[in-house]
């Protein structure tokens, strides 16, 4: 006998629509998750991806945690940055500058299309760009929701170039020093690291990027969840940012998932726990809207 | 936990696989999951469970020849 099709057939809200969002002579292509119609309309997600590498291994969980909030009645909408991905420009043209006034246009884009709360949801370097929206547009109902956030652009600017020192020690190259990258990037202006022509504009303005130095507004609630492959306490320079908000009466939930660290995993992997207690934050603190 | 343990574990995450090593794993060159991404991460991972600051100079191709050399690189350095 056949068996009854499953009541989770994918319908096409599941997929994700793509799209080019003209802003400012660039094409950011961007893929929009409508809210599902058969739920209460419960508020926009705005997604800041990733950086370089990162973003591409992290595609595939960002897609899935995008459908599930569509199933929640949320509308989301996850760009790629401006010379990253399918956008328009070069990688070495892109600048935090850009993206940040990208995601801005994007943020308003959004608010036009629908009512409701906003939310900002935000992965590695990504959590850090919109803890600074965020704190820029004092949002007074608006949610943050950061995985595995990076906090100080120096130190993720160091992890970055030693992916260059790496791939010189594995094709026996020259030795060289972090050090050595940097005066470099100074001299020439653009470095080649794995692939992305970072440009020495993008690199000083990441470098200057510390969330500790943004005044979080009061109002905001935040997810902070941090996956690792075994249980940890969380970093003492995370735990020390959690600890200031809540100083400042931010509202700040943290949650330790374990899993494999998907945006930097050889093979593309898929955190399901991660995805599910992100769902279940949200349920805690959005009220459908209407 | 052992530092040789806890060295096992990182390295074993930062390349995903679910195979055991030990001591005498060949890993750069070896494996082919040992990449440069895997390289940094077994770095960062390193200085967060152990405390240590890892200096551009001290990586080196040799610390990553095998699990065994690895670790007592870190050795070393707690």
């Known amino acids: 006998m056949l068996k009854e099709k499953s009541e989770n057939t994918p319908v096409t809200f599941h997929t994700g629509t793509p799209f080019f969002l003209e802003h400012s002579s660039r094409r950011l292509f961007s893929l929009l998750f409508n809210a599902s119609p058969g739920v209460a309309f419960k508020g926009v997600i705005l997604h800041f991806p990733a950086f370089g590498e990162e973003m591409n291994k992290s595609r595939a969980m960002v897609v899935l945690q995008a459908r599930a909030m569509s199933r929640q009645g949320f509308t989301v909408l996850v760009p790629d940055y401006f010379g990253t991905g399918d956008s328009s420009g070069d990688f070495s043209e892109a600048s935090w500058r850009i993206w940040l006034e990208d995601m801005r246009y994007c943020l308003g884009w959004l608010q036009n299309l629908a009512d409701g709360p906003v939310i900002l949801w935000g992965l590695r370097l990504g959590a850090l760009m919109a803890l600074e929206l965020a704190a820029e547009l004092e949002c007074k109902y608006s949610q943050l929701v950061l995985w595995n956030p990076v906090f100080q652009g120096e130190q993720y600017m160091l992890q970055f170039l030693r992916l260059r020192l790496a791939n010189n020690m594995m094709s026996g190259e020259i030795k060289n020093k972090v050090a050595d990258l940097e005066q470099q990037l100074e001299r020439e202006g653009v470095l080649e690291v794995a692939g992305y022509e970072l440009s020495t504009l993008m690199f000083k303005e990441i470098v200057a990027r510390k969330a500790i130095t943004l005044d979080i507004p009061q109002a905001q609630k935040i997810f902070l969840v941090y996956v690792a492959p075994t249980i940890k306490s969380l970093p003492a320079p995370v735990q020390a940012l959690v600890d200031q908000w809540l100083a400042a009466d931010v509202s700040v939930e943290t949650g330790q998932v374990v899993g494999p660290q998907f945006w930097t995993t050889q093979e593309i992997s898929q955190v399901d726990e991660l995805i599910e207690r992100t769902v279940d934050w949200f349920k805690t603190v959005i009220e459908p809207s209407h | ?78």
């Open chain 2, 1 to 78: 936990m052992s530092v040789a343990l806890q060295i096992i574990d990182i390295v074993k995450d930062s390349m995903q696989i679910d195979y055991s090593i030990d001591i005498d794993t060949a890993l750069l060159g070896a494996v082919p999951e040992f990449d440069s991404m895997a390289v940094v991460t077994v770095l960062t991972s390193l200085e967060e469970s152990f405390g240590i600051m890892i200096n551009d100079d001290e990586v080196d191709a040799s610390i990553f020849e095998t699990v065994g050399a690895l670790v007592s690189f870190v050795e070393g350095k707690v």
